[in-house]
């Protein structure tokens, strides 16, 4: 069995030599941790131990100053990515240390008569590279429309695999300002670009409002993500290539060094920018700590597993409950599902075989109302059916469609506005699958930025294969 040694020195200020002894298929030159580093790294304040794990490096940002030693300031000008607005800055105004954490601040300002904004980004890249571990983070994020707060991990050699996404990107978490219930975890591959994504929201309470610990394991042939300990997204099948070449032996792009960074965007194409209500003065992304743990060994010896696709029930219909016979649990991940996005308030009731969504706000979004059933296999040269029953307590529309959330949500059927009456009425459309093989098919109704809140009334639901 070909197993991977981790460093045995607790928290050393430099893990490129990591990168040599983790990854068998890069050819990466480390230098070795100095004994000066070694003497300061063990005066680090003492951290919470985890069974099965080494601690390798943390930063429990108690010093007066940004640990230069472990980060980098990553200046940027506006619009690098994304269409964000803000300046990533080496100033002390947009990161700096305040009561024992991390400060990323957002500033507002005037620019030859227009909004000018600045902000920081932080990046371990060529000082605490590593390659597979636990990354521990605490984290307290701004609230705003605009604000873009994430902890993400990126391939300290970007171009080993080819330039994004081929390369891979790890996203430990991500939270919209103008929706402080909900964090993202997402993996992010390719080509073509590929990503799974999960989220876990909130009861009562906001990312903004306290700190929570936001991890990720990854390990050679699997990731797991975690918020205040609960595991909420688990990946096993990425996979990278070349468009129209073979992919690259799994588990690659993520079996190479990678580094930890942290930043706070303002605007760009998923938050959208700021408006009026946006509080520019408390617009501060807080880290408490920041640590990475490693097993003293892994087994890098894995295979991709093989995809699983769901059969189609005895009358041709790939959707599980589609007649709503049974009252599942529509906050699982089994058959239906009901979410909220963006300012999307309601609720989804299965009754007398059908299910009942109602909205008290229709969200920003189109999805931010949004019934979906995953899982659906899509495969190459298929042709495909959907067929539901549907009306409202007024007329309004509803937009259908079939997505691809593992492949980077392309439309197997394309986006499709329809207008729902009084009156019962039965739709029905047609799809050629044109793509590569997918057995995480998305049907959803997204009923919301359409003007209205009323109630909408859908069953006989099917999803089925034609000649």
Not at 90 to 115: M, P, Q
Not at 396 to 410: H, M
Request: aromatic fraction near 12%.
């Amino acid at each position: 069995m070909k197993t991977m040694k981790a460093l045995s020195m607790i928290a050393a200020l430099s893990m490129l030599a990591c990168a040599v002894s983790c990854s068998s298929n890069t050819d990466t030159d480390a230098p070795k941790p100095t004994e000066a580093a070694t003497e300061a790294a063990t005066e680090a304040v003492d951290v919470p131990e985890l069974d099965g794990y080494d601690l390798l490096w943390n930063d429990e940002f108690s010093g007066s100053a940004l640990d230069e030693s472990k980060w980098n300031y990553e200046p940027h000008e506006p619009g690098w990515t994304n269409e964000e607005l803000q300046e990533y800055t080496t100033s002390a105004d947009n990161v700096f240390l305040r009561d024992g954490k991390l400060v990323i601040k957002a500033i507002k300002s005037d620019r030859n008569g227009k909004d000018y904004y600045t902000s920081g980004k932080v990046t371990g890249q060529n000082k605490t590279d590593f390659t597979y571990g636990k990354v521990v983070v605490s984290a307290k994020v701004p609230e705003g429309q605009g604000l873009w707060p994430a902890i993400w991990m990126m391939p300290k050699d970007e171009s080993f695999y080819g330039q994004w996404p081929k390369c891979g990107e790890i996203d430990i978490m991500e939270v919209l300002g103008n929706d402080v219930n909900t964090a993202y975890g997402t993996l992010h591959y390719g080509e073509p670009h590929g990503e799974q994504q999960g989220t876990w929201a909130l009861t009562g309470q906001t990312y903004a409002d306290s700190f929570h610990e936001y991890s990720v394991e990854w390990e050679p042939g699997e990731m797991r993500w975690y918020i205040d300990g609960n595991l909420y997204h688990t990946v096993n099948d990425w996979f990278t290539a070349v468009q129209g070449e073979d992919e690259k032996p799994y588990p690659a792009p993520f079996n190479q060094p990678f580094f930890v960074q942290m930043n706070l965007a303002v605007g760009g194409t998923w938050p959208g920018n700021p408006d009026a209500t946006t509080d520019f003065d408390k617009a501060e992304f807080e880290v408490d700590y920041v640590r990475v743990y490693q097993k003293p060994e892994y087994d890098t010896n894995v295979k991709k597993p093989e995809k699983e696709f769901r059969k189609a029930l005895e009358d041709g219909n790939f959707i599980y409950n589609g007649d709503f016979s049974e009252d599942e649990d529509l906050t699982d991940d089994v058959n239906w599902k009901f979410l909220l996005f963006n300012g999307g308030q309601g609720a989804a009731e299965i009754k007398d075989n059908m299910i009942v969504v109602t909205s008290e706000a229709e969200g920003t979004e189109e999805y931010s109302v949004q019934l979906v059933q995953p899982d659906l296999p899509m495969i190459k040269g298929k042709k495909y059916r959907v067929t539901f029953d549907a009306y409202a307590d007024e007329e309004r529309d509803i937009v259908v469609c079939v997505s691809a959330p593992s492949a980077g949500w392309i439309r197997y059927l394309q986006d499709t506005k329809l207008t729902l009456t009084t009156e019962k009425q039965s739709f029905t459309y047609d799809f050629e699958m044109k793509d590569k093989d997918d057995n995480n098919g998305r049907l959803e109704f997204n009923m919301g930025k359409r003007g209205s809140t009323a109630t909408v009334y859908i069953s006989n639901v099917r999803v089925e294969e034609t000649e």
